[in-house]
């Protein structure tokens, strides 16, 4: 029986025997799990090799970060040495040692 067969069967026990607390339960649950099967196939998740293409993606995603963290590191990096050559170039013009560095 599937979902939807379930769902439906539940909503009808509910209209002719009243809806007590453990049949609006499982209307519940019926509908949810329908929903997410729903949702899974809509977004083409519902194969079978579905969990193995999102641990992949989520290892992509995982690297993705760690190669933008190491760049912006570089770059930092970078950018910290030139600095600190323009200070010390100004440093050594200032002392006078401006002759030496032409």
Same mark, same amino acid.
């Given at each position: 029986m599937t979902r939807a067969e379930m769902l439906a069967r539940l909503i !009808?026990? @509910?209209?002719?025997? *009243? *809806? %007590?607390? &453990?049949t609006l339960r499982a209307i519940v649950e019926e509908a949810t799990g329908l929903g997410a099967e729903r949702v899974l196939t809509r977004m *083409? +998740? !519902? %194969?079978p090799g579905a969990p193995d293409d999102l641990n992949e993606l989520r290892? /992509? /995603?995982r @690297? $993705?970060? %760690?190669?933008k963290a190491s760049a $912006?590191? @570089?770059?930092i990096g $970078?950018? &910290?040495r030139g &600095? +600190? !050559? +323009? +200070?010390l170039f100004a440093i050594a013009v200032r002392l006078g040692f401006g002759d030496l560095v032409q």
């Open positions: !009808a026990q @509910a209209e002719s025997e *009243g *809806g %007590d607390m &453990v *083409g +998740l !519902a %194969d290892e /992509l /995603l @690297a $993705w970060r %760690d190669a $912006w590191k @570089a770059a $970078w950018v &910290v &600095v +600190l !050559a +323009l +200070l």
